[in-house]
């Protein structure tokens, strides 16, 4: 697969501060790829070293095989979405996205634009100020002022973030339709790990400026490769030193059989959550654990003594080697 | 970019170095130097012009001023924070009040130093009309006094104390004053145990604002003080003018930058905010 | 909290009629017939006298001039300034800018003379327009400044960024994107610098020329001779002149 964007070794020191610390990745054109981390965990700045705004300490950044890091943001074929959209107050929808193509010489200009906006469903509010916009509306000029420059990859900074929550599963799903239309290759910043899994040809998990696991939604949920990622991507019950997670727990009232593992526990509280129910469960050595169940198998009250189940192939074993490593980022 | 940015800074800092910072450099080596025989500056390099300002007369003229300056800004903040309450309680019309205030102060200083006059002289309105009602028989000398000046300059200045302490007021926690009174607090006891406590930063910077501009005032005290209240504006300006006296005027300007920065530090020290 | 509010009310009238009642009563007095401190008939003699009176028309046409060449000067210079600074503070500027606010008028006046004079011993020149057009552009550029950066800290730092990434140059991102976001708050800033020029008398009183008095000079002159009613009538006139710019450069700074 074409490679269009490689970062190699990239990193960015601040005096006390390693904001991003030797992270290297591949996207493949046409690839819909995010970044997830905590707030902090640098992908926000991996994002600006790539449009341009700041400069790596060290590392190469590669684009259609040649190195960019040295140039600057009007330079390089990539066009970022700002996390608060940065739209031209001052310009209406269409000349905001004209803008970047006002800058180039160039012709079929009013058609890019009408193509562009019908794509992005905003036809017909050309001469609306960003004022007189929604917060969803204003989003889609952003996305379409970037689009219709035709960037080599598009930057988006948590594009879903300033939405409303009820709005963010539909705009996600626009989303995702828009980027299989045109084709372009996405570099999409987030901290929420359901954005990203849904979302997602392959996804980069980074915490304290490391790149700490790459792959598909599957690899990086089902085998995750550090505890950072595991208990990141979703809920995890620690038992002793190994993981499991509370969907791939079964609460039974008999000792296990067949192969499954168990450990007794004793029933602490149910909480009704509408497509299924969490239970919170005590383990003889004390510790916590919560089960995920459907709300339509059997139902346990508090004080209860049962059994935990779960496959062994359900288990999260993280090597020696991969926890120093963790102790020491 | 940085370069860009340099382009956007040199012609303000040319303008800065070369009008007004080596302006106050000379006047720094002029008041090391000596008066020339037909005004002017000569060698030899000396501190006399300092040692001057150790007089009893001019000691007076400092402490006039210093005590006029005081008088206003004081006469300021008690005549200032009343408005900025109630402008800050103003609701919907706070910015029209605001603007109420302010508007006199952006027409012409020397208009407004003017305008007492003509109602201070001898022969002004207030006299005039005192005399036609028949309270006094003589004209009462309003003008040509300290008091006229501290008048002139609270007038001119008032403006300076309202807006800082308009913006401390405004940015009060409302529900402070809720929970004083809540506690068993009357308006008074909230008033002179938390609001105005609170508006410590808007005092203080009110107090600099004003007292700084009085201290150095020239035109107040040299129309409405006549030549009876000579403050340290008009002594400098006398040294430059009338007498002659280069190096002893250097000398008194230096003095007054002296202080006005002295006063600067310790209201950094004390916010940590500047204007710009 | 009743009692006291009416209380409040009745200390801001009386507070506002003592700033604006002076004003106010020379104002209605400038149309006083009379040249005497009694009213004796409504009357624009004295605003006719002003109007022909050949010191007061060429001082006020020197003023107006410098004013309107030291605000444009200061206005172009304090905005670029007041970008550069936005970008990135440079503390020895903003407090040399500040600095030469807060100095008293008589020291930088006096300081300037000073200046000029010795200038004067390497160049052929005198006081005169030039120099008091310098005096001013010097001053009215820390006003200019604090306006404008004021309204710049208003702007959205993100969208130079984003004219960047969409290809645009620096230069062109602050033309096209942070220039019309900030021109109500630089006209502002440059009527400020003309009411603050046209105004000034301390400074320009000592570096000005013989042939270059202005309107503030003549003022005072006047005044200081006594009270003269021409005085009262070309007060007012400045009075309104300068208010309803100030009004609409308010208006500017907030839009």
């Known amino acids: 697969m074409e490679c269009v964007l490689e970062l190699r070794g990239v990193s960015k020191h601040y005096p006390g501060h390693h904001a991003v610390n030797g992270v290297s990745l591949n996207l493949a054109r046409g690839e819909f790829f995010s970044l997830l981390g905590p707030s902090g965990c640098g992908k926000t700045t991996t994002l600006r070293l790539v449009a341009g705004f700041e400069e790596p300490t060290s590392g190469e950044i590669r684009l259609n095989g040649s190195s960019i890091q040295h140039l600057k943001p009007y330079q390089r074929n990539v066009s970022t979405v700002f996390q608060n959209y940065a739209l031209f107050p001052h310009l209406t929808v269409r000349d905001n996205v004209e803008f970047g193509l006002r800058r180039r010489s160039g012709n079929h200009i009013e058609t890019q634009v009408r193509d562009v906006l019908d794509l992005v469903q905003l036809a017909g509010k050309e001469s609306r100020r960003p004022a007189q916009l929604s917060g969803g509306e204003r989003q889609r000029v952003a996305l379409a002022r970037s689009l219709v420059l035709a960037p080599d990859v598009l930057l988006l900074d948590e594009p879903l973030s300033a939405l409303d929550p009820n709005l963010r599963k539909q705009v996600r799903a626009e989303l995702k339709a828009i980027q299989r239309r045109v084709g372009i290759t996405f570099l999409f910043v987030t901290h929420d790990q359901e954005e990203a899994l849904s979302l997602s040809d392959r996804l980069g998990v980074m915490n304290k400026g490391r790149l700490e696991q790459l792959g598909t939604p599957e690899e990086i949920y089902l085998r995750p490769s550090t505890r950072f990622v595991a208990s990141f991507l979703g809920a995890v019950n620690w038992i002793g030193d190994v993981g499991v997670r509370p969907e791939a727990m079964r609460i039974e009232r008999a000792p296990s059989s067949n192969g499954h593992r168990s450990r007794p526990a004793t029933i602490v509280h149910s909480t009704f959550l509408g497509n299924c129910v969490h239970v919170d469960t005590r383990l003889s050595d004390g510790e916590p654990a919560v089960v995920e169940i459907s709300r339509l198998g059997d139902t346990f009250a508090p004080g209860e003594s049962v059994h935990l189940w779960w496959e062994p192939a359900d288990e999260l074993r993280f090597d020696e080697l991969r926890q120093f490593d963790e102790l020491h980022l | 970019m940085n370069r860009l940015r340099a382009w956007f800074l040199a012609p303000t800092w040319t303008v800065n170095i070369v009008l007004f910072l080596a302006p106050l450099a000379i006047i720094l080596g002029y008041s090391f130097l000596t008066r020339g025989v037909y005004g002017g500056i000569t060698a030899p390099w ?169 201290l150095g005032a020239y035109l107040t005290p040299d129309l409405l003080g006549g030549g009876k209240s000579v403050m340290i504006g ?33 209201i950094a020290r004390g916010e940590g905010e500047g204007l710009l | 909290m009743k009692p006291r509010g009416t209380g409040l009310a009745i200390y801001a009238v009386g507070a506002y009629l003592f700033l604006h009642l002076p004003l106010l009563i020379l104002s209605i007095f400038s149309f006083n017939s009379s040249r005497f401190t009694v009213w004796e008939g409504f009357s624009l003699r004295w605003y006719s006298a002003a109007l022909h009176d050949t010191q007061l028309t060429e001082s006020a046409l020197n003023s107006l001039i410098i004013a309107v060449v030291a605000t444009v000067v200061s206005t172009v210079l304090g905005t670029l300034c007041a970008y550069g600074l936005w970008k990135r503070n440079s503390r ?47 001053f009215s550029i820390a006003y200019v400044v604090i306006v404008v950066i004021a309204r710049l800290r208003t702007v959205d730092a993100t969208l130079e960024e984003a004219a960047l990434d969409l290809g645009a140059n620096e230069w062109q991102a602050f033309r096209y994107v942070t220039l019309p976001a900030i021109l109500p708050g630089v006209i502002a800033a ?66």
């Open chain 3, 190 to 255: 440059a009527l400020l610098a003309f009411t603050v020029s046209f105004d000034d008398y301390v400074i320009t009183s000592l570096v000005a020329g013989v042939d270059s008095e202005t309107l503030p000079m003549v003022i005072y002159a006047i005044a200081r001779r006594g009270v003269n009613p021409v005085v009262n009538a070309i007060s007012a006139l400045i009075v309104i002149g300068f208010g309803s710019l100030v009004l609409v450069s308010e208006r500017l700074r907030t839009t």
């Open chain 2, 46 to 214: 000396t501190a006399e012009s300092y040692q001057r300002l150790i007089d009893p007369i001019y000691l007076a003229i400092l402490w006039r001023s210093f005590w006029v300056a005081g008088a206003s800004t004081a006469l300021c903040l008690l005549l200032g924070f009343p408005l900025a309450l109630f402008i800050s309680r103003a609701g919907r019309h706070k910015n029209f009040y605001l603007g109420l205030v302010m508007l006199p102060f952006w027409t012409s200083f020397l208009v407004r130093t003017y305008a007492w006059m003509f109602l201070l002289r001898d022969t002004g309105l207030l006299n005039t009309f005192l005399q036609k009602l028949g309270f006094i028989h003589t004209p009462l000398p309003l003008l040509y006094n300290d008091g006229a000046v501290i008048l002139g300059l609270v007038y001119g200045y008032l403006p300076f104390t309202v807006l800082p302490l308009y913006a401390t007021l405004e940015r009060l926690d409302r529900t402070l004053l809720e929970a004083a009174a809540d506690l068993g607090a009357k308006p008074w006891a909230t008033l002179t145990r938390v609001t105005i406590p609170l508006s410590a930063p808007g005092i203080r910077a009110g107090a600099i604002l004003v007292f700084i501009p009085c």
């Open chain 3, 92 to 138: 020895p500027l903003a407090g040399s800018l500040y600095l030469s606010l807060v100095t008293p008028e008589i020291v930088t006046g006096i300081s300037l003379l000073a200046f000029y004079q010795w200038i004067f011993r390497f160049l052929r020149v005198q006081l005169g327009m030039h120099t008091v057009i310098l005096a001013h552009v010097s």
């Open chain 2, 234 to 266: 008009n002594l400098i300006q006398n040294q430059f003018t009338t007498a002659r006296d280069w190096p002893f005027g250097s000398a008194v300007s230096l003095v007054l930058m002296a202080i006005v920065m002295v006063l600067l530090f310790v």
